[in-house]
């Protein structure tokens, strides 16, 4: 499966590590954010990465190249001025091609095994009104009212019978989509993705699991400083970049 990382976000609340490095460069337990992922999803076998730039976008290429060092092959999806998540996904979609693609956000870091989620996503997907599989975590304190409910493997509607006794999850920004997800975004347009989940919530389109492994977005440097102090504390493989 191809797998598209999210990486051309300005990283406004990290500054001012970001104002002269990209936000996936920046390290935690001796490598880049985006070298943990890259080595997560070869792992799983997704060696055919799209990669999307922005803000010093050319640090990010020069820094991971074509991603042969790697054991990936990366595509270049170059935006100019970043144009959000949705926005960057349609710009991308004739690099990710016709069949479910995996996306996960390039601030993210995770102990989860891409292998067997990309193979729950992929049954979930058989089923013909699905356009999402989502992977869901438990709320972090920075996000403690959630943002969908999770019942018998479905998000189903905050207004849905029996809603009430779901439990509401955070999106872990790692999902596997249908491109046809996509098809209301124009390519070139900014836009988010979070009402093209909603959208398809309400239409009963949207397939989750939720995940107890390790998960944090790195959205502040605080949190860059704790998943730092967690990698250095315990062990962890090599990797080349």
């Known amino acids: 499966m191809i797998a598209m990382i999210l990486a051309a976000g300005r990283g406004e609340r990290m500054r001012p590590l970001t104002d002269r ?25 997704c060696r055919q990465l799209v990669v999307n730039t922005a803000h010093l976008g050319g640090m990010l290429e020069a820094a991971l190249g074509d991603g042969g060092g790697l054991g990936a092959q ?70 403690p009212a959630g943002d969908f409910r999770l019942m018998q493997g479905r998000v189903i509607d905050d207004a849905a019978q029996g809603a009430a006794l779901a439990p509401k ?30 959208d398809a919530r309400v239409r009963g389109a949207l397939s989750a699991e939720h995940f107890g492994g390790g998960w944090m977005d790195i959205g502040t440097p605080g949190r860059l400083s704790d998943l730092d102090r967690r990698l250095r504390a315990g062990p962890r493989a090599g990797s080349s970049l």
């Open 21 to 45: 490095l990209p936000k996936p460069l920046l390290q935690a337990g001796g490598r880049p954010l985006i070298g943990h992922l890259i080595d997560a999803l070869v792992a799983a076998g």
């Open 74 to 143: 990366i595509r270049w999806s170059r935006e100019g001025t970043a144009l959000e998540t949705a926005g960057g996904i349609a710009l991308a979609r004739p690099l990710l091609g016709e069949q479910p693609f995996l996306v996960v956000n390039g601030d993210v870091w995770t102990d989860l095994a891409f292998g067997p989620f990309i193979a729950r996503a992929g049954a979930a997907l058989a089923d013909p009104s699905c356009d999402a599989h989502l992977l869901l975590v438990d709320n972090p304190a920075h996000h």
């Open 169 to 198: 999850y955070t999106f872990a920004g790692i999902g596997v989509y249908r491109p046809r997800l996509f098809d209301t975004v124009a390519p070139g347009a900014r836009a988010a993705l979070a009402p093209l989940l909603f």
